[in-house]
């Protein structure tokens, strides 16, 4: 959860007896200020957005100290020879005073479909002295309304069984007899599509158009394909996947009575000729349909591709297509398509394998040494008929042999038979797998490594953060806890990557959150997911656990439903993206309302049966009787249901306040007030005892605020009482997110490293011992003795433990943002050093740059060496067991100082501008 509680609530409290260090900052050389790294709306020169007050985001560089921005000025123009400050069309802002660099809104010419934009900016640094205009960023509008689109849906005329539904080729050819000065297609589907033209694939993306609520809303993509046209003959050939779309396990939440539906196509060509004249190729009846060597397609169960089927040069004009069948055109409207305004996912990496293993029940796997998501590029030659089989699963089992159990109804099976004649290479389309293992068979010959390479796919989000320390289990963690993510974003945060689920859980997508916004960069993809909460969203303000809504109960979930408020809070506090907030305000009033009106009971609150369904999902130790829910959530879950609904209303509470609403803002802290003083009454005693007294639901008391200063500290040692008389953790997946942060919040740091660092079961590092390469669903998903979990709920692919992430972040590096000022343009540098660590090295790219905090512990002197960026300042934090702070070498001659309770150090304090700076101060290990 946001570190944004005790431990960071100084600020304000404390004298501000601020040591300047501008005396310290000598300026390396006269410099000038440069502004790089343009974004649009979050994205590097994105092409095809419908946002029409599109957002710009510059970063700062200067060699100079405490150096800020002033004011800037940008240029918009339709062309890069109008981008200059007299010929700008779109937009010149002229010099605006601000400190802005992040969040600054469009104010041109009205923006219309396809308009292609250029833009620079310029800046003035603290002495008035102007930067050099930018490079130049671009963006490009996609197509704004419905009445733009003049394909039509279609489908195949060719009639499929439900059952058995090969891919569906589609292709068209068309004719240009003039110069093309700009093309751009235009494409959607239901389901998933590729599409090549003359022969070549468009664009890297993969598993297009992604996965939403296809109800609702349908991602066109927009691909600049000018290169890519012939004078003469052209074609286009796309061939169609279920994905997401038509998918029987799938079939569920809001499309239970739903039968599944036909794949459909949109496609739409506009071609500009050098002369100006514009032609539209686009899908409509004269579209031809065939089926090939796709036989069987899902995004859980893998592919089935035929490959003496394949229709030879089917994308390329001199195809003859005399036997192909027609389409049919669908009547259904253009009002779904929306644009796609965030990462698409793609190929990222390439794993070989590191080991052949010939198992004891006589399979041959490839061990990819790294639990993955993707898929495996086949390069084989073997004789005409021979079918390849690859099964892929997560871990082998306690005697070494090849375990798919615990993916349920997953088959995440690839089937290939080769056309034979030379070497063949394929790799599957429309399916992805999670996998560290691969079984092969039907290979003539022995399987050589070289002919099964693992292809890493997921979206596209850049990678943000780096943790490194003087532990190298730690850093595995680290390591799992990154791959953990990169195989829980295909498109949208999932559960898991392998079994039969793979959905957005908003449990599971809230609790890792926190974490996946310093690892990677996950603004726009976080977004993108929220408007397809908001569609799922119901008027009275229900919100469904899976969103896109495949998945789960029909009705909403305590500590899932509440992503609504949570995922909207945090891109405001990370990013300090306030429209994000203006724009789901009214969903996250709507969600606390909806628990208000479920429970409110005058002064108490009595939760409807449901709404509490999970609970602390997967605590330990839960080998108990199995139930409707799920055993092991043993902390009641009336209890966290309470907690939840204060934490939402809390942060509606803060919204609110945020955004100017006064009215709002005592209203739901009216409601607070209420709710904590009932949790009191109802659930702690006056000696700050919790019942039913476990680690979560202290975790969660202490991390949400909800006890009165004064039980504080009491809860605090019975969280520690607990763990002892316990000796591990036993928190789910709500508790773990914050069992730390409630520790070191509380100064009980060496409490909460003993959880970190344990190495036994069961444990984070256990798992890491355990040769876990991502992070497991459940502490005891596989056992010391080498057991397995029951298999239906058992994913060694599981995000929501890796919450401890940001813990790693916050609290071991100590990289946050200020409590009070949002997305890192005030930054607080506070780590904790605990348990046996002595170092540590960690960075977070945040929308002004770089943002780094290095510590060491050395012969009784802690050195920390930090990095600010541009436009920023920070708040320095130095861990000290003596007074006296040496910067850059030279003494201060007083900094403040905070001594949290319990904690056997305090913190000296200095404030910083940007720059590089080296710290320094006494620190005895006791
Ligand atoms: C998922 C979880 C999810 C849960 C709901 C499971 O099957 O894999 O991670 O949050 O269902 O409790």
């Not at 979560?696 to 019975?718: M, Q, R, V």
């Not at 660092?757 to 596989?782: A, H, N, Q």
Request: glycine residues 8%.
């Amino acid at each position: 959860m946001e570190n944004m509680k005790t431990q960071l609530s100084y600020i304000g409290l404390i004298g501000k007896l601020i040591f300047f260090i501008l005396f310290f900052s000598h300026p390396v050389s006269n410099g000038q200020i440069q502004t790089n790294n343009l974004l649009t709306e979050y994205l590097k020169n994105p092409v095809g957005i419908d946002i029409t007050h599109p957002r710009f985001y510059w970063k700062l560089y200067s060699e100079q100290q405490n150096q800020v921005q002033t004011a800037y000025q940008i240029l918009v123009a339709s062309t890069p020879a109008l981008l200059t400050e007299k010929k700008a069309d779109m937009w010149n802002s002229g010099k605006i005073e601000s400190a802005n660099s992040i969040h600054v809104e469009y104010a041109g010419k009205a923006l219309q479909s396809r308009d292609a934009c250029w833009w620079t900016v310029r800046v003035w640094d603290k002495n008035g002295k102007p930067s050099k205009w930018s490079k130049q960023a671009y963006f490009e509008m996609g197509l704004l309304s419905p009445e733009d689109w003049k394909a039509e849906w279609i489908k195949t005329s060719i009639n499929f069984d439900e059952y058995s539904y090969p891919s569906p080729m589609f292709r068209k050819e068309f004719y240009i007899g003039k110069n093309v000065r700009k093309a751009r297609v235009y494409i959607s589907s239901l389901g998933l599509y590729e599409m090549k033209i003359n022969g070549k694939r468009v664009g890297d993306y993969l598993l297009t158009p992604g996965f939403t609520s296809y109800d609702y809303r349908n991602q066109y993509q927009v691909y600049d394909v000018t290169s890519m046209l012939n004078i003469g003959n052209n074609a286009i050939g796309i061939i169609l996947g279920n994905g997401w779309y038509r998918n029987f396990n799938l079939n569920r939440g809001n499309m239970a009575e739903k039968k599944l539906q036909d794949l459909m196509l949109i496609f739409q060509l506009e071609i500009v000729y050098d002369n100006g004249i514009k032609e539209i190729v686009c899908t409509d009846s004269d579209w031809k349909s065939a089926t090939g060597p796709i036989l069987m397609t899902s995004i859980y169960d893998g592919e089935t591709y035929d490959a003496r089927l394949d229709k030879e040069g089917w994308t390329s004009a001199e195809f003859n297509d005399n036997i192909w069948q027609g389409v049919e055109v669908v009547k259904r409207g253009k009002e779904t398509l929306v644009a796609t305004n965030n990462e698409p996912v793609r190929r990222i990496k390439e794993i070989k394998p590191v080991k052949v293993i010939y198992t004891p029940e006589g399979d041959t796997v490839l061990d990819m040494g790294q639990n993955m998501v993707g898929w495996c590029r086949l390069r084989v030659n073997c004789p005409r008929g021979t079918t390849i089989t690859l099964r892929h699963g997560e871990v082998l089992d306690k005697l070494g042999n090849f375990y798919t159990e615990s993916l349920r109804t997953a088959k995440q099976t690839i089937s290939y038979t080769c056309k034979g004649g030379g070497v063949e290479v394929y790799e599957p389309r429309f399916t992805f797998q999670g996998f560290r293992y691969v079984a092969v068979s039907g290979f003539p010959d022995n399987v050589m490594p070289e002919m099964v390479t693992g292809i890493v796919v997921h979206s596209d989000t850049e990678s943000n953060g780096h943790f490194n320390s003087s532990d190298s289990l730690l850093n595995r963690l680290y390591s799992n806890i990154s791959w953990v993510q990169r195989c829980n974003m295909v498109d949208v945060a999932t559960d898991c990557p392998q079994r039969d689920e793979r959905c957005g859980w908003g449990g599971d997508l809230q609790l890792f959150a926190p974490t996946a916004i310093y690892n990677r960069f996950m603004a726009s993809f976080y977004t993108k997911w929220l408007k397809d909460l908001n569609v799922e969203q119901e008027a009275n303000g229900f919100i469904p656990c899976t969103v896109p809504f495949r998945m789960g109960p029909v009705f909403p979930v305590t500590g899932w439903s509440d992503a609504a408020t949570i995922i909207p809070w945090l891109l405001y506090r990370r990013y300090g993206d306030t429209r994000i907030l203006k724009e789901q305000y009214q969903r996250m009033k709507d969600w606390v309302e909806y628990m208000r009106r479920n429970s409110e009971k005058g002064e108490r609150f009595e939760w409807s049966q449901n709404i509490q369904y999970y609970g602390d999902w997967l605590a330990f130790k839960s080998d108990g009787p199995r139930g409707r829910r799920y055993a092991g959530s043993y902390t009641d879950t009336d209890l966290l249901a309470t907690l939840y609904f204060y934490h939402s209303t809390g942060i509606v509470q803060k919204s609110a306040l945020v955004l100017g609403n006064e009215k709002d803002a005592l209203e739901y802290l009216a409601l607070q007030d209420k709710i904590s003083n009932f949790f009191l009454r109802e659930y702690v005693t006056s000696t700050g005892r919790i019942s039913p007294n476990t680690q979560t639901a202290y975790a969660l008391a202490l991390s949400f605020g909800i006890l009165k200063e004064d039980l504080t500290e009491a809860a605090s040692n019975k969280l520690v009482e607990n763990i002892r008389n316990v000796g591990h953790i036993t928190t789910g997946l709500m508790g773990t997110a914050e069992i730390c942060h409630a520790l070191s919040d509380h100064g009980l740091i060496e409490e909460a490293y003993r959880l970190l660092l344990c190495k036994d079961y069961p444990s984070w590092l256990f798992m890491v011992r355990m040769g876990g390469t991502t992070i497991w669903e459940r502490w005891d998903s596989m056992r010391p003795d080498s057991t397995f979990q029951l298999p239906h709920m058992n994913s060694f692919n599981h995000p929501a433990l890796g919450s401890i992430g940001n813990w790693l972040y916050t609290t071991v590096a100590g990289i946050n943002t200020d409590p009070e000022i949002p997305g890192f343009k005030s930054i607080v540098i506070k780590p904790f050093p605990g348990g046996t660590l002595r170092s540590v090295e960690a960075s977070y790219k945040s929308l002004y740059g770089n943002i780094r905090s290095e510590w060491k512990i050395e012969e009784n002197r802690f050195k920390l060496t930090v990095e600010i960026p541009v436009n920023t300042t920070a708040t320095i934090f130095l861990p000290s067991t003596g007074d006296g702070v040496i910067l850059n070498g030279k003494p201060l001659t007083k900094a403040d100082k905070e001594e949290p309770k319990n904690l056997p150090y305090y913190f000296q304090i200095v404030e910083i501008g940007s720059g590089a700076y080296e710290f320094e101060s006494t620190y005895v290990l006791n």
